[in-house]
């Protein structure tokens, strides 16, 4: 069964630090990788998509992929009250024609001031 | 771009009714995912569906099924409504490839009493 595992949290930073969040999946075969947030009753938003190992970097936002390990991270720099939310980490098996995003069940980010 | 939109935003209903949602996908996509997600839990994959067709579904119970129309717009069918099904039921929309990233509407929430 195909999983992906996320730290549920909370994780507290305080504004300005950089935040670490961290995602592991099952699947080998898996190509194409995001990050979602999604802030309290409200539905996730796409912040991030990368498919080759390394590093992605997005403004404040990097995502990093280490495909060997099965590893995909987030990092947030300067955070702000306003990134507190919970963040999503979704993998897609590209293969067999299954196109259906498995999700983590979030990291939930408080950034305090 | 218009984004994805669904209605309506809330539904109550009476358990053992029936509950429709809809879901209207960005321009130029042509697969529909449906997920619910119940109260503090993650995402739980229902149907998929791409031109037309169903693709997967999830591990739901039959009352749970759905349609895509023509025009690649969707509708969910909840038959038998329990209490349990209370939950937001989120539609995301895609351009149908594997490595393609999911985009979601503000989703529907449903009360089931």
């Known amino acids: 069964?195909?999983?992906?595992?996320?730290?549920?949290?909370?994780?507290?930073?305080?504004?300005?630090?950089?935040?670490?969040?961290?995602?592991?999946?099952?699947?080998?075969?898996?190509?194409?990788?995001?990050?979602?947030?999604?802030?309290?009753?409200?539905?996730?938003?796409?912040?991030?998509?990368?498919?080759?190992?390394?590093?992605?970097?997005?403004?404040?936002?990097?995502?990093?992929?280490?495909?060997?390990?099965?590893?995909?991270?987030?990092?947030?720099?300067?955070?702000?009250?306003?990134?507190?939310?919970?963040?999503?980490c979704a993998v897609n098996p590209t293969s067999g024609g299954s196109y259906i995003p498995t999700f983590g069940?979030?990291?939930?980010?408080?950034?305090?001031? | 771009e218009a984004g994805v939109t669904q209605s309506p935003t809330h539904l109550i209903k009476t358990r053992g009714q029936q509950a429709t949602?809809?879901?209207?996908?960005?321009?130029?996509?042509?697969?529909?995912?449906?997920?619910?997600?119940?109260?503090?839990?993650?995402?739980?994959?229902?149907l998929w569906y791409d031109e037309g067709e169903e693709r997967n579904r999830g591990n739901f119970p039959p009352r749970f099924s759905g349609r895509q129309f023509p025009n690649y717009s969707s509708e969910l069918n909840v038959n038998a409504l329990e209490l349990e099904d209370s939950a937001l039921y989120l539609c995301a929309s895609s351009v149908g490839q594997g490595n393609s990233p999911l985009h979601f509407g503000n989703g529907t929430r449903l009360t089931v009493t």
């Open chain 1, 1 to 88: 069964q195909k999983e992906v595992e996320q730290n549920s949290g909370p994780l507290s930073v305080p504004e300005g630090a950089i935040a670490s969040l961290n995602c592991t999946y099952s699947d080998r075969v898996s190509q194409s990788f995001f990050w979602y947030r999604q802030y309290s009753g409200k539905s996730p938003e796409l912040i991030m998509s990368i498919y080759s190992n390394g590093d992605k970097e997005d403004g404040r936002f990097t995502a990093q992929l280490n495909k060997a390990s099965q590893y995909v991270s987030l990092l947030i720099r300067d955070s702000q009250p306003s990134d507190s939310a919970t963040y999503l």
């Open chain 2, 21 to 46: 949602l809809r879901c209207s996908p960005i321009s130029g996509h042509t697969s529909v995912y449906w997920y619910q997600q119940a109260l503090g839990l993650g995402l739980q994959f229902l």
């Open chain 1, 105 to 113: 069940r979030g990291t939930s980010l408080i950034v305090h001031p």
